[in-house]
C-alpha cells in the first residue's frame, strides 16, 4: 500500500510515522508513506498556495493548481476516470463523511494508493473536490485547524488493517468497533495494586470462562456508553 500525503506543512509529519506499529509497517515494506509539500508544486514566483475567496468572506482559499499539479505527478493524470484501480484521493475536511472503523476496514481491503490532501484555512478550493477528489473524509464533528492531523489518524488506522502489520501476538479481530462494540478492559501485572484487585476470573485460567466474562464486558461498556453502536444508528 502506498499513501501520500499533500501538505503545506510537511515538517508536522516529520517524525509521527515514526513509532509502533506505522514504524514497523513501513520497516516491513507494507506500506510506503510519502509526504510531499504542496508548496514544491506552485510556479508562480511567490509559490501562493492560498489566495483570497470568490465572492468575498473571511480567511484564505487553498488554491487548485498545486493541488492539481501533485496529483498530476504522483498519480499520473488529473482524470478521475483514469486512475490505476485502487487508487484513492481523499480531501480531509469537516464537510466530509465520517470515518468510522468500517471505512478504515474497506480502505485497507481495497486501495493500493491513498492520496491525502490536506485541506487548511476556510477551505479548498471546490475544483479540487469536483475533479480530483474520490472520498471527502472528516474525522469528526469538530472543526480542526487544518486536515494534518486528520491525513495521520487515517494512515494509523488503515496502516494497522493492512495484512501481517500486526504482530502475531495481537490481532485487530477484538478492536472497538469491530462486532459493533467496543473493546473489554484489560489489566496486566500486579495482580494488586493500591488496595485494587485485578477480577478474578482472569487470573484463574479458564479460558472459557475468560472469553464470556470479555463478551459480557464490552457489551456492558457498551451499552453504558455507546448505546448507538448497539443498535447500528449514528450518533
Ligand atoms: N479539517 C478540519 N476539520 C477536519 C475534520 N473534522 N476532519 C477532517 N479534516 C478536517
Same mark, same amino acid.
Given at each position: 500500500?502506498? !499513501?501520500?500525503?499533500?501538505? %503545506?506543512?510537511?515538517?508536522?509529519?516529520?517524525? *509521527?510515522?515514526?513509532?509502533?506499529? *506505522?514504524?514497523?509497517?513501513?520497516?516491513?515494506?507494507?506500506?510506503? !508513506?510519502?509526504?510531499?509539500?504542496?508548496?514544491?508544486?506552485?510556479?508562480?514566483?511567490?509559490?501562493? $498556495?492560498?489566495?483570497?475567496?470568490?465572492?468575498?468572506?473571511?480567511?484564505?482559499?487553498? #488554491?487548485?493548481?498545486?493541488?492539481?499539479?501533485? *496529483?498530476? #505527478? %504522483?498519480?499520473?493524470?488529473?482524470?478521475?476516470?483514469?486512475?490505476?484501480?485502487?487508487? &484513492?484521493?481523499?480531501?480531509?475536511?469537516?464537510?466530509?463523511?465520517?470515518?468510522?472503523?468500517?471505512?478504515?476496514?474497506?480502505?485497507?481491503?481495497?486501495? #493500493?494508493?491513498?492520496?491525502? %490532501?490536506?485541506?487548511?484555512?476556510?477551505?479548498?478550493?471546490?475544483?479540487?473536490?469536483?475533479? =480530483?477528489?474520490?472520498?471527502?473524509?472528516?474525522?469528526?464533528?469538530?472543526?480542526?485547524?487544518?486536515?494534518?492531523?486528520?491525513? !495521520?489518524? =487515517?494512515?494509523?488506522?488503515?496502516?494497522?488493517?493492512?495484512?501481517?502489520?500486526?504482530?502475531?501476538?495481537?490481532?485487530?479481530?477484538?478492536?472497538?468497533? $469491530?462486532?459493533?462494540? =467496543?473493546?473489554?478492559?484489560?489489566?496486566?501485572?500486579?495482580?494488586?495494586?493500591?488496595?485494587? &484487585? *485485578?477480577?478474578?476470573?482472569?487470573?484463574?485460567?479458564?479460558?472459557?470462562? %475468560?472469553?464470556?466474562?470479555?463478551?459480557?464486558?464490552?457489551?456492558?461498556?457498551?451499552?453504558?456508553?455507546?448505546?448507538?453502536?448497539?443498535?447500528?444508528?449514528?450518533?
Amino acid at each position: 500500500m502506498k !499513501i501520500d500525503v499533500l501538505t %503545506i506543512f510537511p515538517e508536522f509529519f516529520r517524525e *509521527v510515522f515514526n513509532f509502533g506499529i *506505522v514504524r514497523r509497517a513501513r520497516s516491513a515494506n507494507i506500506v510506503e !508513506i510519502t509526504v510531499y509539500d504542496i508548496r514544491s508544486f506552485t510556479t508562480d514566483k511567490h509559490r501562493m $498556495t492560498d489566495d483570497r475567496p470568490f465572492g468575498g468572506g473571511d480567511g484564505m482559499v487553498m #488554491k487548485c493548481e498545486p493541488i492539481f499539479n501533485a *496529483v498530476e #505527478k %504522483i498519480v499520473g493524470t488529473t482524470e478521475r476516470e483514469n486512475y490505476p484501480q485502487g487508487t &484513492r484521493v481523499v480531501l480531509l475536511s469537516p464537510q466530509g463523511r465520517v470515518f468510522k472503523q468500517v471505512v478504515a476496514r474497506k480502505f485497507a481491503e481495497d486501495a #493500493k494508493h491513498i492520496v491525502l %490532501i490536506c485541506g487548511r484555512y476556510e477551505g479548498v478550493d471546490e475544483r479540487v473536490n469536483e475533479v =480530483l477528489v474520490t472520498d471527502e473524509i472528516s474525522i469528526g464533528d469538530y472543526v480542526l485547524s487544518g486536515g494534518e492531523a486528520a491525513a !495521520i489518524v =487515517l494512515t494509523d488506522a488503515i496502516t494497522r488493517l493492512l495484512p501481517n502489520a500486526l504482530g502475531s501476538e495481537t490481532s485487530a479481530e477484538n478492536d472497538s468497533f $469491530t462486532n459493533n462494540l =467496543l473493546d473489554c478492559p484489560h489489566y496486566t501485572r500486579p495482580p494488586e495494586f493500591r488496595g485494587m &484487585r *485485578v477480577p478474578e476470573i482472569l487470573l484463574n485460567g479458564n479460558h472459557a470462562e %475468560i472469553e464470556r466474562w470479555r463478551a459480557e464486558k464490552a457489551l456492558e461498556k457498551t451499552k453504558k456508553v455507546r448505546k448507538d453502536l448497539l443498535e447500528g444508528v449514528e450518533k
